[in-house]
Nanobody, 121 residues
């Protein structure tokens, strides 16, 4: 069974920084991409950033220039460095991994349990 373990969330003041980590394990299939999504109170779950196994990266416009995503493919681990945090960044952050089934040429999504990030004075 696939397991995604997240860490690094917490309470931080505006302008502060946090670093999230997510380690994936438990699948015989290879990972095509990993990324981070977030869901604030009363909002939908939206993409923050993702990175595929070729190194291509996508960021939400709201975090460009402040957040940096990186990946250690050998360890199946993805990181999110969050700088200049704002109250609007407050949300539950979820790790996502896409696994590739080469036989069927299909991708399957898996999710972590989420880690709370709160930005407040």
């Amino acid at each position: 069974q696939v397991q995604l373990v997240e860490s690094g969330g917490g309470l931080v003041q505006p302008g502060g920084s946090l670093r999230l980590s997510c380690a994936a394990s438990g699948s015989r299939f290879s990972i095509y991409s990993m990324g981070w999504y977030r869901q604030g109170p009363g909002k939908r779950r939206d993409l923050v950033a993702n990175i595929n196994n070729g190194g291509s990266i996508n960021y939400a416009d709201s975090v460009k220039g402040r957040f940096t995503i990186s990946r250690d493919n050998a360890k199946n681990t993805v990181y999110l460095q969050m700088n200049s945090l704002k109250p609007e960044d407050t949300a539950v952050y979820y790790c996502n991994a896409e696994y590739l089934d080469r036989s069927l040429d299909t991708l399957t999504d898996y999710w972590g349990q989420g880690t709370q990030v709160t930005v407040s004075s």
